[in-house]
Nanobody
Framework: QVQLVESGGGLVQPGGSLTLSCTAS???????MGWYRQAPGKQRDLVAS???????DYADSVKGRFTISGDNAKNAVYLLMNSLKPEDTAIYYC?????????????WGRGTQVTVTS
């Protein structure tokens, strides 16, 4: 019931910037939103997340370069990515955790490709 629409992926040169956006729709209360990334043959790892209370969490590899923010009114989350490196290349997935009458649900976007050329 929760659908996520992602945008902002693309191809950039090292040192460049991208902004990823994710908007959630559907029933349930959102208590966490974030971004994960996955490269072929690797596990999906947290990039950054933010709770409804404003607490943030970042992977060590992106601290100081990426900034996550949210807009509760729009049910949206944004990832501002600066100083991109080739190792940032991956499929980025929006993640949303919601609660409703049916319980807790974790939803994933379809993914958006971020490619940083070397």
């Amino acid at each position: 019931q929760v659908q996520l629409v992602e945008s902002g992926g693309g191809l950039v040169q090292p040192g460049g910037s991208l902004t990823l956006s994710c908007t959630a729709s559907g029933s349930g209360r959102i208590f966490s939103m974030g971004w994960y990334r996955q490269a072929p043959g690797k596990q999906r790892d947290l990039v950054a997340s933010i709770t409804d209370g404003g607490s943030t969490d970042y992977a060590d590899s992106v601290k100081g370069r990426f900034t996550i923010s949210g807009d509760n009114a729009k049910n949206a989350v944004y990832l501002l990515m600066n100083s991109l490196k080739p190792e940032d290349t991956a499929i980025y997935y929006c993640n949303v955790k919601t609660s409703s009458w049916s319980g807790v649900r974790e939803s994933w976007g379809r993914g958006t490709q971020v490619t940083v050329t070397s």
